[in-house]
Nanobody, 124 residues
Framework: QVQLVESGGGLVQAGDSLRLSCAPS????????MAWFRQAPGEEREFVAV????????FYADSVKGRFTISRDNAKNTLTLQMNSLKPEDTAVYYC?????????????????WGQGTQVSVSS
């Protein structure tokens, strides 16, 4: 089993930056891909970004491309999401997800493990 714990959310103003982290534990050797999704109230879960856990391949949703960066912090063995130029429409609960094989999938049901989520709120 794999456990994922997100952190770093908060309340910021439009144009500000936040850095989210996701700490995997348990059978982490089974992870091949890690991703970020988000879900606003009353909305479906939305793909944000995905990264190969053992490589450098990354894909981003068009809505965040050029503003967000997904990466692996090798020193801490954590997944990060650097969010710059935040907009009110970025407000959501952000979830970390992991998959046992690499596919770059943008579909939430393709992922095997999920964190509890961390709230990001962006005011105008």
């Amino acid at each position: 089993q794999v456990q994922l714990v997100e952190s770093g959310g908060g309340l910021v103003q439009a144009g500000d930056s936040l850095r989210l982290s996701c700490a995997p534990s348990g059978r982490t050797f089974t992870i091949r891909a890690m991703a970020w999704f988000r879900q606003a109230p009353g909305e479906e879960r939305e793909f944000v970004a995905v990264r190969s856990w053992t490589g450098d391949s990354t894909f981003y949703a068009d809505s965040v491309k050029g503003r967000f960066t997904i990466s692996r912090d090798n020193a801490k063995n954590t997944l990060t999401l650097q969010m710059n130029s935040l907009k009110p429409e970025d407000t959501a609960v952000y979830y970390c997800a992991a998959r046992r094989s690499w596919s770059g999938s943008r579909s939430w049901d393709a992922y095997d493990y999920w964190g509890q989520g961390t709230q990001v709120s962006v005011s105008s």
